[in-house]
């Protein structure tokens, strides 16, 4: 079973399944990759746009594609995220993992001259994990049980985490 907080404290673990994606060629380098950063912020924002269009209906029920919408919101600022190091991603576990190495507390040499207000840390990464686990209640499950207030909460810190991956890719932009 996957458990995301396993891989915060043991880097051989994660260095092992990101290699195995690798191998599997789930996530790896693409020359073209960094021009993809600004397209994933576009799919962000869409689909943010669609979350908030949705809740202008204050007595909408969908509130399971809400949640849907905010996670995919979500994925494809990380994806940019990903893409911004020169690589792809064709799953979400890898992604997450690829997160955890190269955008959490532990920074490596290139990512050092991120300040750490502006790099990810374990909260952030720990809600992405949440909200995906959200995402696939809502997408598969037979109730509809989400109430407004918990969308109203994953959509705050979906925001939040979004502005923090601009802020990111903002800041890579003045490094070079």
């Not at 911004?84 to 920074?107: C, E, P, Q, R, V």
């Not at 049980?145 to 903002?170: A, C, D």
Request: net charge neutral; hydrophobic share 35%; with cysteine.
């Amino acid at each position: 079973m996957f458990i995301i907080t396993n891989y915060f404290d043991n880097e051989k673990e994660l260095n092992y399944r990101l290699k195995k994606y690798k191998r599997e060629k789930v996530i790896g380098k693409f020359s073209n990759a960094k021009m993809l950063v600004n397209a994933h912020v576009e799919k962000t924002n869409h689909n943010l746009e669609f979350v908030n269009h949705l809740m202008e209906d204050e007595s909408s029920e969908f509130n399971d594609w809400k949640i849907t919408g905010l996670y995919y919101a979500v994925y494809h600022a990380s994806l940019a995220l990903v893409c911004l190091k020169g690589y792809i991603s064709k799953n979400h576990t890898a992604t997450l993992l690829f997160l955890i190495k190269y955008y959490s507390d532990k920074l490596n040499s290139d990512d050092i001259h991120f300040i750490d207000e502006l790099a990810l840390n374990k909260e952030d990464l720990l809600f992405y994990a949440d909200l995906k686990s959200e995402r696939q209640k809502a997408s598969y499950s037979t109730t509809l049980n989400f109430s407004n207030k918990t969308v109203e909460e994953l959509r705050f810190k979906s925001i939040e985490y979004i502005n923090k991956v601009e802020e990111i890719i903002e800041n890579s932009k003045k490094v070079k």
